[in-house]
């Protein structure tokens, strides 16, 4: 699956903690768009799409969510709820955000900028296009 926790390094002293987020070091591709998804009422869910080519790392920098993806072959649930941690997502992974805490603010960073035409919002165009992907790999 094209998806892992990533783990930051956390720098602090007395003062408080500061992670710090770099292209190509603790984020695995170079950043070129930053969003954050917050106030989320309860019981939504969102997403619900994968990406032709985006590269997505997402991080709860507060509160907690629970992102639920799938590759076409295997799914499973990742609870993001440190602020030192993030999800990677790559290219072909469907995904879903939800149980967000009301207090949860989910910072993504994004490969590319916003391309509608990089969005695959049907889960049965995602399972062909995934399919056919892999396919193509072997």
């Not at 770099?22 to 998804?37: D, G, M, S």
């Not at 989910?106 to 990089?118: F, G, I, K, R």
């Amino acid at each position: 699956m094209e998806s892992k926790l990533i783990h930051f390094d956390v720098l602090g002293d007395n003062r408080g903690s500061l992670i710090a987020l770099e292209e190509h070091k603790n984020i695995p591709f170079k950043i070129k768009r930053v969003y954050y998804i917050f106030d989320t009422k309860n019981n939504v869910r969102r997403g619900f799409h994968a990406h032709k080519n985006l590269d997505q790392v997402l991080i709860a920098v507060k509160g907690s969510c629970t992102i639920h993806i799938d590759n076409n072959k295997v799914t499973k649930e990742v609870v993001l709820n440190n602020q030192s941690t993030g999800l990677y997502i790559g290219s072909l992974v469907w995904r879903e955000m939800y149980d967000f805490s009301d207090d949860c603010v989910l910072l993504v960073l994004a490969s590319d900028y916003y391309n509608e035409n990089d969005y695959i919002r049907n889960y049965e165009q995602f399972k062909t296009l995934a399919e056919n992907n892999e396919i193509s790999r072997e």
